[in-house]
T-cell receptor, first 112, second 117 residues
């Protein structure tokens, strides 16, 4: 079983739609949680951190459920420019291991 | 300011050859990471440097892979006797160093696309 599991998609949605991505992680010692965005043939870039209380950044909302080891990302009012692969990422910070563990990514294609 | 840079951007080599991939981190970042990304997968951790020393090399797949960071800045990932399965994008990231248990954002370079024929 992979440490971080995501639905690979692709999710094909029209502009203006709301889309939700889910992710589960297996290591209960995970301390930090993130969503990264990766455009085709580009490097991953941090989209947002994810907190237990939930957090919002404009059209993006992230949620974390530690009990279920589940992370979500909601994108409202999708734009063409949101088309990318979204990577769910965890870090086991408190053991000193700083490496990030990535899911395989969920591909989003927003269509006009 | 300048981000993480990696050279070469593309490298094509033949099976059995030796390759070196270079990473220049963001100035002032003491932590440096190497990841490998295969097609359709997320990046997979290879090795992490704190300063000049390898603090965690648990992700290196075998002893053909080695990395150095002799002066605590530029790092080189070295692959001996390359195999077709080594073909991937090799990503480097750097971050500030925080206290144990804290997290500092990792900034990724554009990667080196390695193709082993």
């Amino acid at each position: 079983r992979k440490e971080v599991e995501q639905d690979p998609g692709p999710f094909n949605v029209p502009e203006g739609a709301t889309v939700a991505f889910n992710c589960t992680y297996s290591n209960s010692a995970s301390q930090s949680f993130f969503w990264y965005r990766q455009d085709c043939r580009k490097e991953p870039k941090l989209l947002m951190s994810v907190y237990s209380s939930g957090n919002e950044d404009g059209r993006f909302t992230a949620q974390l459920n530690r009990a279920s080891q589940y992370i979500s990302l909601l994108i409202r009012d999708s734009k063409l420019s949101d088309s990318a692969t979204y990577l769910c990422v965890v870090n086991i910070g408190n053991t000193g291991r700083r490496a990030l563990t990535f899911g395989s990514g969920t591909r989003l294609q927003v269509q006009p | 300011g300048a981000g993480v840079s990696q050279t070469p951007s593309n490298k094509v080599t033949e099976k059995g050859k030796y390759v070196e991939l270079r990473c220049d981190p963001i100035s002032g970042h003491t932590a440096l990471y190497w990841y490998r990304q295969s097609l359709g997968q997320g990046p997979e951790f290879l090795i992490y440097f704190q300063g000049t020393g390898a603090a965690d090399d648990s992700g290196l797949p075998n002893d053909r892979f080695f990395a150095v960071r002799p002066e605590g800045s530029v790092s080189t990932l070295k692959i001996q006797r390359t195999e077709r399965g080594d073909s991937a994008v090799y990503l480097c990231a750097s971050s500030l160093s925080g206290t144990r248990g804290s997290y500092n954002e990792q900034f990724f370079g554009p990667g080196t696309r390695l193709t082993v024929l």
